[in-house]
């Protein structure tokens, strides 16, 4: 529990603060520019950021957000249920 703690504490909170190519940054720039936040799919590796990188760009536009690991809750009731639900607040 400690452990959770911790990386919250330190995890990046907007774009800015996250280590990523200037690639990448720039274009997550522009949709903070923008204010609409397109329909992404963030893929990669364990630890690469796709959670923090959600999370900033949310958090920066004040948005809500949900996440969903596919692999625990990839049924059709996540869609149902959890996803419908989200999406008619």
């Not at 400690?2 to 800015?16: M, Q």
């Amino acid at each position: 529990m400690e452990e959770a703690l911790l990386v919250e504490k330190y995890r990046p909170r907007t774009i800015d603060e996250c280590i990523l190519p200037e690639s990448l940054k720039d274009t997550f720039s522009d949709i903070l520019k923008s204010g609409d936040i397109p329909n992404m799919i963030l893929s990669g590796g364990a630890g690469c950021g796709k959670t923090t990188v959600a999370r900033a760009l949310c958090g920066q536009l004040g948005r809500d957000l949900m996440f969903i690991n596919a692999s625990e809750d990839g049924g059709i009731d996540t869609l149902r249920t959890r996803i419908r639900q989200f999406a008619s607040c």
